[in-house]
Every structure is written in structure tokens, then in C-alpha cells.
């Protein structure tokens, strides 16, 4: 059975005269990890607010269609069930922290959940161990890294155990290097955990190694859905105004004159690889 399902689905909110998304039909499988990706304004936040209950519970509009996630209707349940299986990280985290400390902060769902106190004590250890975030126990959000505040937003999450992870933009406040922090937990998460991964970023030299699907979307529709190597070789990013990592531009300037290559390089680590090929 497919972990997400979507049918038919468009949203229009309130006091919007056209769909934010429209006609969206996709089913994601246990284990997936998927880049969403399109130009500005195109619907990939809406779509994210869709698969947590978000839309329709918190934000008003008309929906039409369904969302099932591991058999719930988002319809018939509410954000706090759906949280359960669902994990939603923002780009910001500092709105996401509301606790006083680290080990309060991964507490507060499961609290709310009423969850056994030793329950409650054995997910905030896991959550601190996965993500490496141990020596932060005691600290406050506002004395945190923005890379450290997203590690802490993104296991404060995980306490519930959610099958899937959406992550939207969980890196654009971020340097370079706590980025790269940021999206390997996310593939360790993937890899060890078989967590769904549902990913909105940009930094595609980064992920699109751990990815195995691409969808994109161009206003308000999903326009292509293939893997990342077919995704980045067709014309439709360019058309959309979706950026192309930098080693596929390469590919494919090369493959114009003629150069032919066994594989397509989805970073600059196999790019590299691939030019010593020929050059040898
Ligand atoms: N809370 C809201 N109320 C009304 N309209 C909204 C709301 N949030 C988004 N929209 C509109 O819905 C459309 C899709 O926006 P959405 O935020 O989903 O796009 P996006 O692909 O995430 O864009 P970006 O890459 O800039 O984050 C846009 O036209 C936007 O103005
Ligand atoms: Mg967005």
C-alpha cells in the first residue's frame, strides 16, 4: 500500500481567485525520497500543508480531492493525530522552538500526547542521540545556531515517530556547512530509519545524491515526475525557471559536442569522476 496517497487534489484560499494547487495526483511509497521543487509561488508550501492536515484543519480555503496518509483521510482526522505520522520542519525554526531548553522542547509532544512519563524520557533520548544533539540538552533555542535550532526543530518531530518528514526549505537560513549538517541527518533518517523524506531545496549539488525521485511543480501543477537524472536532462526545468545543478549543465553542454558519458553526474564528486574518465 502506498504510504501517501493524493487524488484529484486543488486547494483555493480564502479570498484567492485561483488555485494555489490544482489536479494533484501522486502516491509516494515507504521509504521514498522525494525533491519538490518549482519556481516561486508554484504551490510546494500549500502541497506541504496538505499532507500534515494543516490544510484543511488550520488554514481556510476550499479543498477539493483527498489526502491519505497510511490510510487516514486528512479530513477526518485532526493535525495532532496526522503529526503522528507526519513530521513538518519550516525554513525557520526559531518559530517552530517554543520550549525553554533543548530536552523541554522535545518533551512537549509527546507531553501533550499523554505518553508515560519513561516513554516520554526514552524519545527524547533517541531524538537527542539521532541527531547528534546531546551536549545541547540544557541549552535555550535562542542560544543555538540556526544549524543547531534546525537539528533541534527537526527531532523535536521525530518524538512522535512520524513515518514521513516534510521538510520545506530547511536550510535557506543556513551556512554552507551547517546545510550540509542539516541534509546528511536527513539522509541518515532516510537510509537507517526508512523515514519518507519529502524535501524543498534548493542546494542541489547537496541532495540530489540521496534522491530517488524528482517532482516538479509549475504553477500550482506537477509538471514532471521522474528520476533526478531524467528530470535535470529535460528541457522543463529550464522552461520553468527551475535552476540545474551545475555538473548536469556540464553533462549536457558536453553531450552537445558530442562527449559521451556512461552516467550522469548529479554532483560535482561524480562529475570530477566522469572528466577523469575522459581525460585519462
Ligand atoms: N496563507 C495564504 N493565504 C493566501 N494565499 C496564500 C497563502 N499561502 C500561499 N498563498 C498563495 O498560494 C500560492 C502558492 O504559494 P506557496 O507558498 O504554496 O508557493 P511556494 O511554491 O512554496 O513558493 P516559494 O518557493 O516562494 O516558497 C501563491 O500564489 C501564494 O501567494
Ligand atoms: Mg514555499
Known amino acids: 500500500m502506498s504510504l ?5 487534489l486543488s486547494f483555493t484560499y480564502a479570498n484567492a481567485e485561483e488555485p494555489a494547487i490544482k489536479n494533484i495526483n501522486l502516491t509516494i511509497d515507504k ?19 496538505c499532507l500534515n492536515g494543516l490544510i484543511p484543519h488550520f488554514y481556510t480555503g476550499e479543498m ?7 490510510g487516514f483521510n486528512t479530513r477526518e482526522h485532526p493535525v495532532y493525530e496526522l503529526a503522528q505520522k507526519v513530521g513538518l520542519v519550516f525554513q525557520d525554526p526559531e518559530n517552530q522552538l517554543v520550549s525553554l531548553n533543548v530536552e523541554k522542547e522535545l518533551a512537549f509532544a509527546p507531553e501533550n500526547l499523554g505518553l508515560p512519563r519513561e516513554e516520554i524520557r526514552k524519545r527524547v533520548e533517541e531524538a537527542l542521540q539521532l541527531l547528534k544533539i546531546e551536549h545541547l540538552r540544557y541549552k535555550a533555542p535562542y542560544e543555538l545556531s540556526g544549524g543547531e535550532q534546525q537539528r533541534v526543530a527537526i527531532a523535536s518531530v ?23 549538517q542539516v541534509l546528511k541527518t536527513i539522509k541518515d533518517l532516510n537510509e537507517k530509519l526508512n523515514v519518507t523524506i519529502i524535501l524543498i531545496e534548493h542546494r542541489l ?10 517532482i516538479l511543480m509549475n504553477r500550482g501543477e506537477i509538471v514532471l515526475d521522474s528520476s533526478p537524472e531524467k528530470a535535470f536532462c529535460s528541457n522543463i526545468p529550464e ?26 553526474p548529479l554532483c560535482a564528486k561524480d562529475a570530477a569522476e566522469l572528466l577523469a574518465g575522459v581525460i585519462k
Open 4 to 8: 501517501i496517497k493524493i487524488k484529484n
Open 31 to 49: 521509504g521514498e525520497f522525494v525533491l519538490l521543487t518549482g519556481p516561486s509561488g508554484c504551490g510546494k508550501t500549500t502541497l506541504c500543508r
Open 64 to 70: 477539493q480531492g483527498d489526502v491519505i496518509i497510511d
Open 158 to 180: 521525530l518524538t512522535l515517530k512520524p513515518k514521513i518528514l516534510v521538510l520545506d526549505e530547511p536550510t535557506s537560513n543556513l551556512d554552507p556547512k551547517g546545510a550540509e
Open 205 to 214: 549539488d547537496l541532495i540530489l545524491p540521496y534522491t530517488t525521485r524528482v
Open 239 to 264: 522552461e520553468i525557471g527551475v535552476d540545474i545543478p551545475v555538473s548536469i549543465k556540464l553533462y549536457n553542454e558536453l553531450s552537445r559536442t558530442g562527449v559521451k558519458f556512461n552516467k550522469v
